[in-house]
């Protein structure tokens, strides 16, 4: 070794060994003062254990649903036993007149695994695991918890693919709210099953996968239970491994692009998590990421049980409700997380935490989870207007962690239609009604916030949504709930997700209809929408799929639109068809219903692609002010070149930042009186071209808006 190599390795050490010493001397200084005192307040305040449930009463994680029921039926490991005893309670449960719930370790917060005054499955004796002989794949009975599923993996060298942070759930509750992970460039748990076995409303098993039943694999996977008892499953399932952990802190709005850098786009990652700031002195504008490197060339340690959790609970119980200790959890985590975090962990030591840590056991007070989806390029801007709304609201917020999650492409009731980071936010609010109210107004807030973001929020909390903002979130829902009448009929599988959110609305607009061409007797209070599909659909058919952007969902886009009210007019177009000519018969269909008397603000143009470009055609040919026209993946100078004139009407182009294909329409705008308004909105999904093949809420959602009020 050369002699400046050596005094450089000499260097380094001497550094590191002043700045260990340097942390260690700042840590007993301040663990003197007062930091000590704080922790001894917190530990003689903190109760041994949570409150418990009266008998014939159930509750879930937010000890705010505690509802009557009229029994709970535990469901044995054995497969048979356990059909029995299911179908047995689905029996009672229409002798009874009464709904129908699955329940596993309980920890949704709104009542989604409780049918008030109905029959509760009680899953979680269903346990039974086996691994498929050199295989990777785990069947698993779907009331196993993750604690018991991370310690059989593990000697058998593998580990989880997809699962939650703790290990506390169960995998039938984890398939059913189609839980995402911390496991980074990967889609939601829904990815990694293979198979599964379904107890219908009729007590009839069948298989599910995506090629059984593939409806009712979509369905029942993020399907809250209303379609069914999952009573196992086949899972994908990888190898353990050792990782070292690197970490980097980062104002919040240099998050994304660190978190790509260091994690997205390196090899070898396998875990990876963000916690914001909730000091007082860095609220939400600091972050610690943490990345889990495959460590090829180390021994993968043996599980062990987490070090230091008394610790560890004091501090991080310290900070509800004090300024003081959530400074106080910040500072250590961010000055001597490095030192006081082993350096060699295992994927399973990471995935085995339960939640002895951060459980509230204050009979006083509950912390309550919520979660928001938003586009990379969102992020940075959500986070600083929620910390406004946060604060503005007085709310007491303990702990936000921040995870990635790629598209969803298995479920029907999906949170994922893109690549979303999402922003996990955990409160602690008093157990009174004035507090859940308080909660209930910050979370709607919070729920505007990642819309007008072009993201969602996560179904599994407090059912504080407003029915509109569900279904803004959701525009898939009414379908869903559609189809769940089409699966459970006798309206069997029941909960109080479903009953606030899946029955008929009070104010609900007038019900949407789809149709191939415009009514013979047009009502003039209607509102009107064609809807102008791309190329693929008019030469495949309406079961196009593209080699490139997959499955076009144009049943599913026409549902969704039908279900915000409209009545939408499309067809299937002739394979061969020409734009120009196809215009002109969309251009008649328009002049049919203005001459019906429908005021042209009741009608609007939507087109994708080849529609778009059709859509384009009508606006130039049609010199009305007020129709209203969304255009997607066009525009672009070729298309343009090609009209007669310039676009008359209300006009939305809608820009996928991932399309090459898709530009603003205003360079297009007519001159003349017969021109109207125009807007941009940008979006990006990251799908390219496909994201006009899915019925996303990133565009239709601002499509909807533009269609009834002319605003994005």
Partial sequence: MHSDQRSADSSRTLHLLWRSLYALLLLLAVAAGPPTFHLVRVAMRDPAARPAVPDGFIDDASRLDSMSVTR????????????????????????????????????????????????????????????????????VGSGARWSEVIPY????????AVMQSNNVFSVGGSLSVNCHGWQPGHAPIASTVRAFRLVRADGTVVRCSREENRELFSLALGGYGLFGVILDVDLDVVPNAAYRSRRFIVPTQDYVATLEENALHRHGVGMVYGRLSVSPASFLEEGILTVFQDAPDLAVPALASPAMIGIKRLVFRGCAGSDYGRWLRWTTEREFGEYLMQRVFSRNQLLNEDLAVTENRDPATTDILQEYFVPFDRFTDFV?????????????????????????????????SGPMLAIVMLFDQPTTTQGDIGMRDLTRDLIDLSLNDGGRYYLPYRLHATREQFRAAYPMAREFFRLKCKYDPDDLFRNEFY??????DRDA????????????????????????????????????????????EYDAILRGLASAGFVVISEVRPRGTEAPVYADRVVGQVRRLLDAGVPPRQITILGASMGGFIGMLVSSRLPVADIGYVLMGTCDAEMRRALRGGLHGDVLSVIEASDD????CDPALATDGAAGRHADVRINTGLRHG??????????????????????
Avoid at 393 to 412: C, S, W
Avoid at 661 to 664: L, M, N, Q, W, Y
């Fill in 509 to 552: 607009p007038a019900a949407g209809l789809i149709l191939s061409e415009p009514p013979p007797a047009p009502d003039p209070r209607r509102d009107y929408l064609f809807y102008l599909h791309g190329r693929i659909v008019q030469e495949q058919g309406r079961r196009a799929v593209s080699p490139d952007y997959g499955p076009y």
């Fill in 384 to 416: 600083g207007r929620a910390r406004q709304m946060i604060r503005r609201h007085r709310a007491d917020l303990l702990n936000v962690t921040v995870r990635d999650v790629e598209a969803d492409t298995d479920t029907y009731l999906r949170y994922a």
């Fill in 499 to 504: 009953s606030t959110y899946g029955g008929p």
């Fill in 691 to 712: 994201f006009l093949y899915r019925a996303l809420p990133e565009w239709m959602g601002p499509a909807i808006r533009w269609a009834r009020e002319r605003r994005v």
């Fill in 661 to 664: 294909a898709g530009e603003s």
């Fill in 153 to 160: 993996l593990e000697t058998r060298g593998l580990s989880i």
């Fill in 72 to 139: 709970i039926v535990a469901i044995p490991a054995d497969p048979d036993a356990a059909v029995a005893a299911i179908r047995g309670a689905l029996a009672l449960a229409r002798r009874r007149s009464v709904g129908v719930s699955i329940a596993g370790a309980r920890h949704t917060m709104g009542g989604q695994a409780i049918a008030r005054d109905g029959i509760v499955l009680d899953m979680l004796g269903h346990d039974r695991m086996d691994l498929e002989e050199g295989t990777t794949t785990l069947h």
